[in-house]
């Protein structure tokens, strides 16, 4: 079992960057991939982006380009760069430790907006 902490969401105008934190309750080195997911009101919950424990990448198509996500292993923490923001962005963004079971943090609000 991991519990997941999701931090750095938060009001950003379009065009502005943020970046989320992932920080687990344990080692994330053996977990098969991390994940940030986004839930947009009325809708489900959609796949941003996937990073695998070897540091392979796979991105929703509607971020390729503008998002990054990364690992470190030391600080048990996956992150989420996101440039380049658009009022669609706008959603709760969920970090997920994928495998047999998969775990999900609580989630963080960000918003684009001017």
């Known amino acids: 079992q991991v519990q997941l902490v999701e931090s750095g969401g938060g009001l950003v105008q379009p065009g502005g960057s943020l970046r989320l934190s992932c920080t687990a309750s344990?080692?994330?080195?053996?977990?098969?991939?991390m994940g940030w997911f986004r839930r947009v009101p009325g809708k489900g919950r959609e796949l941003v982006a996937l990073i695998t424990s070897g540091g392979g990448t796979n991105y929703a198509d509607f971020v390729k380009g503008r998002f990054t996500i990364s690992r470190d292993n030391a600080k048990n923490t996956v992150y989420l760069q996101m440039n380049s923001l658009k009022p669609d962005d706008t959603a709760v963004y969920y970090c997920?430790?994928?495998?047999?079971?998969?775990?999900w943090g609580q989630g963080t609000q960000v918003t684009v907006s001017s």
């Open positions: 997920a430790a994928v495998g047999p079971t998969n775990y």
């Open positions: 344990r080692t994330i080195f053996s977990i098969n991939a």
